[in-house]
């Protein structure tokens, strides 16, 4: 049962835009306490990208330093969706991008801390 679905991803040409989109397939995910997202290169590292607290309507919301003032996320509550706006995008924005979700902020602040959910990623091409 697919529980997180990640869509939006694609090719574009650096200073691009894309818009990627992650919908949990019932409540309890979607207000669990966090939803984000990661991303992975090959041959690199997973990284935290951004999430945002879902679990009510208050508004609380991280970037990594590599992407603020360029990413946005941002949820709607009532579809259980969450967003990534990815403005300028650049040739090192390119990886596979995966929507998490997690009771608590930790997968994205702590290496070995795992998010609760993961869905089956969507890719990124940013051509230089």
């Known amino acids: 049962q697919v529980q997180l679905l990640e869509s939006g991803g694609g090719s574009v040409q650096a200073g691009g835009s894309l818009r990627l989109s992650c919908v949990a397939s019932s409540r309890s995910i979607y207000t669990n306490g966090y939803m984000g997202w990661f991303r992975q290169a090959p041959g690199m590292e997973r990284e935290a990208v951004a999430y945002i607290y879902t679990a009510n309507d208050n508004v609380l919301t991280w970037l990594a330093a590599s992407v603020q003032g360029r990413f946005t996320i941002s949820a709607d509550r009532p579809k259980n969706t969450i967003y990534l706006q990815m403005d300028s995008l650049k040739f090192e924005d390119s990886a596979m991008y995966f929507c998490?979700?997690?009771?608590?902020?930790?997968?994205?602040?702590?290496?070995?801390?795992?998010?609760?959910?993961r869905g089956q990623g969507t890719q990124v091409a940013v051509s230089a």
């Open positions: 998490a979700a997690a009771g608590s902020f930790l997968p994205w602040k702590k290496p070995d801390a795992r998010e609760d959910y």
